[in-house]
T-cell receptor, first 112, second 114 residues
Framework: DAKTTQPPSMDCAEGRAANLPCNHS???????VYWYRQIHSQGPQYIIH???NNETNEMASLIITEDRKSSTLILPHATLRDTAVYYC?????????????FGAGTRLFVKA | DSGVTQTPKHLITATGQRVTLRCSPR?????VYWYQQSLDQGLQFLIQ???????AKGNILERFSAQQFPDLHSELNLSSLELGDSALYFC?????????????FGEGSRLTVL
């Protein structure tokens, strides 16, 4: 699986959009970009994933660059409850074994 | 609620002991994953099972073992426990087959080794 690079921490004002970047320059054509978050010692929570098109769901939007070497997770109106560690992962689908590897992630602080 | 159930939620034991952590995946999910998260550390992938068979292995210690049973629940066995094994242990499950690949995590089992 391709490696990802994320900033260690970011701040965001409550009510503003939080834009979390992720670099994955070695991504392969069959690898998807996944985002998860972990709110203080809770189990990680799936947010969104995509291959090459931009994706949106009730939680967030995922913007993937045309060359697929980077992506941005957008939380449109961040709240205090969005303070968490956000993980960007790239991984191919596989009918066999998955080694979904989590990096250090980005610690997002949403401030009032 | 992710639908993944882990027991026990908290466990305190002594060095040298053995414990078993249990995971019940979401209904219909065939894959189960185990992760270890030590204090202020990242999530370390341990092992994955698919429909009862081991499919992927991470940096799992030889003192640790796991299995997935016919009813798809999984157990992680930790033996000869050391202080450094104190951690949160997460189980996750994912939909069958090629699916969409997202993992659904339980709330974890917090192990304290004294």
């Amino acid at each position: 699986d391709a490696k990802t690079t994320q900033p260690p921490s970011m701040d965001c004002a409550e009510g503003r959009a939080a834009n979390l970047p992720c670099n994955h320059s070695t991504i392969s054509g069959n690898e998807y970009v996944y985002w998860y978050r972990q709110i203080h010692s809770q189990g990680p929570q799936y947010i969104i994933h995509g291959l090459k098109n931009n994706e949106t769901n009730e939680m967030a939007s995922l913007i993937i660059t045309e060359d697929r070497k980077s992506s941005t997770l957008i939380l449109p109106h961040a709240t205090l409850r969005d303070t968490a560690v956000y993980y960007c992962i790239v991984r191919a689908f596989d009918t066999g074994g998955f080694k979904t590897i989590f990096g250090a992630g980005t610690r997002l602080f949403v401030k009032a | 609620d992710s639908g993944v159930t882990q027991t026990p939620k908290h466990l305190i034991t002594a060095t040298g002991q053995r414990v078993t952590l249990r995971c019940s995946p979401r209904s219909g999910d065939l894959s189960v994953y185990w992760y270890q998260q030590s204090l202020d550390q990242g999530l370390q992938f341990l092992i994955q099972y698919y429909n009862g068979e081991e499919r992927a292995k991470g940096n799992i210690l030889e003192r640790f073992s796991a299995q997935q049973f016919p009813d798809l629940h999984s157990e992680l066995n930790l033996s000869s426990l050391e202080l450094g094994d104190s951690a949160l242990y997460f189980c996750a499950s994912s939909p069958r087959g090629v699916g969409t690949g997202e993992l659904f995590f339980g709330e974890g089992s917090r192990l304290t080794v004294l």
